[in-house]
């Protein structure tokens, strides 16, 4: 978090990719195996989004065409963030399209059905509840912007009625990877080791 002299502390984006950073550069201080690096990140980025699209499913003030332009820019910047550290091919960016095509659902138009249909192709790494709730919630910015009729809705589901999708709303916060560790074979000799005799080795015999 932010600390503001002339105000209450915030989290903002900066502080964000300030935390991420100083992860980064301890992992790599100590010598961390470059993959086991990225499955860390992966693994901090979807915690990152899982957090951030409850809170959206769970808050009707921020389902807005403006939540979906800020959301839009700051997870291009952790997109950008990942280029910059070598850690776009960590498959870490991959789980932040939960949030991403939620960011584009508050943005697009919702009234015809060639909009639904091009919702329905948009939005594959959300459920029918999260895109439904995210519809029900969406709150226009003035009078001029009208709200999302029931009838698209309608549209929305009849047409992902096919979907095999679990019955859950929100994302798991707690779901964990599992952690692959390489085998990086060392640039060391082993026939060029020299075992001291006080470490009681002498059962070992050189091949």
């Known amino acids: 978090m932010d600390t503001d002299a002339d105000g209450p502390t915030t989290y903002t984006l900066q502080g964000l990719i300030r935390q991420l950073s100083q992860f980064n ?6 010598g961390l195996d470059p ?18 699209l409850n809170n959206l499913l769970l808050r009707k003030d921020v389902c807005s065409w403006s939540t979906g332009m800020q959301l839009r820019y700051n997870t291009s910047q952790m997109e950008e963030w990942l280029r910059a550290n070598n850690l776009f091919q ?19 138009k919702k009234k015809t059905s060639q909009d639904a249909e091009a919702i329905c192709s948009l939005c594959s790494a959300l459920n029918v509840q999260q ?17 999302v009729t029931v009838s698209f809705i309608r549209n929305i589901q009849n047409i992902l009625q096919e979907r095999n999708d679990p019955p859950q709303l929100l994302m798991d916060t707690k779901h ?11 640039a060391l000799s082993l026939e060029t080791l020299h075992i001291p005799a006080s470490v009681g080795l002498d059962f070992l015999i050189r091949v």
């Open 131 to 147: 895109i439904v709730k995210i519809l029900n919630l969406y709150t226009p910015l003035n009078e001029f912007e009208e709200r």
């Open 176 to 186: 964990t990877f599992p952690v692959l560790f390489p085998y990086t074979p060392s």
């Open 90 to 108: 960590s498959k870490a960016s991959a789980t932040l399209e939960p949030i991403i095509q939620a960011a584009q659902l508050l943005q697009v």
């Open 35 to 52: 993959e086991i690096v990225g499955q860390v990140v992966r693994q901090l980025f979807h915690c990152i989004n899982a957090v951030t």
């Open 25 to 30: 550069s301890t992992m790599r201080d100590h």
